[in-house]
Structures are given as C-alpha cells and as structure tokens.
Nanobody, 125 residues
Framework: QVQLVESGGGLVQAGGSLRLSCAAS????????MGWFRQAPGKEREFVAA????????HYADSVKARFTISRDNAKNTLYLQMNSLKPEDTAVYYC??????????????????WGQGTQVTVSS
C-alpha cells in the first residue's frame, strides 16, 4: 500500500520561505514521477510542479517558476518543495502525488494515482 505524508506547512509572511516534504511508503519510489498540487478555498486543485525519476526532469507552473524548486531524495523516499518569495496568493493546501505517467499530462491531477492528505500553507500580507 502506498502512503504519502506531507509536512512542513505553516504560516509565513509574504516574501518568506517554506520547505514542504512528502514521505512516501511502499516500494520503488524512484520508479515514479512525482508532483505537487495545491488547492485554495473555493478553487480547483492546480498543478504546481512535477519531477522525474532521478530529478533530472522538472516542470513548473508559470505562477511558481523561479520561486519554487521541486526535488527528491530517492534514498530517503522523500519529495520536497522549496518555496521562496512566497505571496499571499500561494495560500492553499498543498498535496504531493504519485503518477505512472511520464509525459505531457503531468499537469493534470487525474493522472496521479496516489495522493497525500495535504498540508496547509498560509502566507500573510
């Protein structure tokens, strides 16, 4: 059974930084692409970033490019999201997810098979 557990969320002032972690259980973590999504109140879940098996492939939403960095440590079965220069509009519940997809559909939530429970990020102005 695959379990994904996010941590690292919290309250931060605009311009600040947070690092989210996602600990994965189960086998073959390194065999899957991973992604981060977020959902703000009253809005649909949106793609934030995705990363390939070894971290050599990354993809970001335009809204977070140059501010957020996705990475992974396959030895620790852990996915990360470093978030810098945070803005109030980054406030959302952040979810990590695992997918068997490796192509152009990585920005779509419905191609991810497993999800964590989410961690709240609140950015005050």
């Amino acid at each position: 059974q695959v379990q994904l557990v996010e941590s690292g969320g919290g309250l931060v002032q605009a311009g600040g930084s947070l690092r989210l972690s996602c600990a994965a259980s189960g086998r073959a973590f390194s065999s899957y692409f991973m992604g981060w999504f977020r959902q703000a109140p009253g809005k649909e879940r949106e793609f934030v970033a995705a990363i390939g098996w070894s971290g050599g492939i990354t993809h970001y939403a335009d809204s977070v490019k140059a501010r957020f960095t996705i990475s992974r440590d396959n030895a620790k079965n852990t996915l990360y999201l470093q978030m810098n220069s945070l803005k109030p509009e980054d406030t959302a519940v952040y979810y990590c997810a695992r997918t068997s997809n490796t192509g152009s559909l990585l920005t779509f939530a419905n191609v991810y098979e497993y999800w964590g429970q989410g961690t709240q990020v609140t950015v005050s102005s």
